[in-house]
């Protein structure tokens, strides 16, 4: 099925270093949402953008919705352990389905 | 953020036996569901999505007889994987959304391993 790109795929950083992922797509999306899972979880919903240039921040992260509705983006600051995860974009059109990106592996060295 | 419950969360099976998971939500009425199925280390891939009270839409490839799903009410769908093979072992998620055109909420997940 379809997929959005999400980058990095995976990354290391030192714990208190700020975090930046993007996701991108070749069509328009109406919503963009980023959900982050733990292993052996399903995911959680962390910030859900509904318009073109939102900017939406919850606590440490803060997440826009790309000017052309085909991207976003979300920044994780001053990082802690606990941030490790996987982090997935997914876009909604607004037909009852969810696309989901491939998600950004985050590992947070202490 | 609304509540999810998937049940089992975890459930071993043996070959050619049928397994049912259970989705629900408890704060809100779930007007569409949606299965998901996720490989180690890949994204979740959409199976089916379901509205209450009507048949489920599955997505190309994936086999309506095999992967039965109920949605009789508006917090209750189950994913029945019938006569299970071991290449049905994955992790199975649900998630629910109260119109289709919110956030979409999921479940815990349920860890299918057939042996």
């Known amino acids: 099925g379809q997929q959005l790109n999400q980058s990095p795929q995976s990354m290391f950083i030192q714990e208190g270093e700020d975090v930046s992922m993007n996701c991108t797509s070749s069509?328009?999306?109406?919503?963009w949402l980023w959900y982050k899972q733990d292993p052996g979880e399903g995911p959680v919903l962390l910030i859900a953008l509904y318009k073109a240039g939102e900017l939406t921040s919850n606590g440490r992260l803060t997440a826009q919705f790309g000017i052309t509705r085909k991207d976003s983006f979300l920044n994780i600051s001053a990082s802690i352990p606990s941030d490790v995860g996987i982090y997935f974009c997914?876009?909604?059109?607004?037909?009852?389905?969810?696309?989901f990106g491939t998600g950004t592996r985050l590992k947070v060295l202490a | 953020g609304a509540v999810v419950s998937q049940h089992p969360s975890r459930v071993i099976c043996k070959s050619g036996t049928s397994v049912k998971i259970e989705c629900r939500s408890l704060d809100f009425q779930a007007t569409t569901m949606f299965w998901y199925r996720q490989f180690p280390k890949q994204s979740l891939m959409l199976m089916a999505t379901?509205?209450?009270?009507?048949?489920?839409?599955?997505e190309q490839g994936v086999e309506k007889d095999k992967f039965l799903i109920n949605h009789a009410s508006l917090t209750l769908s189950t994913l029945t994987v019938t006569s299970a093979h071991p290449e049905d072992s994955s992790f199975y998620i649900c998630s629910a959304s109260n119109d289709g055109d919110t956030e979409a909420f999921f479940g815990q997940g349920t860890r299918l391993t057939v042996v």
């Open positions: 379901s509205n209450e009270g009507s048949k489920a839409t599955y």
């Open positions: 997914a876009g909604h059109k607004g037909t009852y389905k969810y696309i």
């Open positions: 069509s328009i999306f109406n919503t």
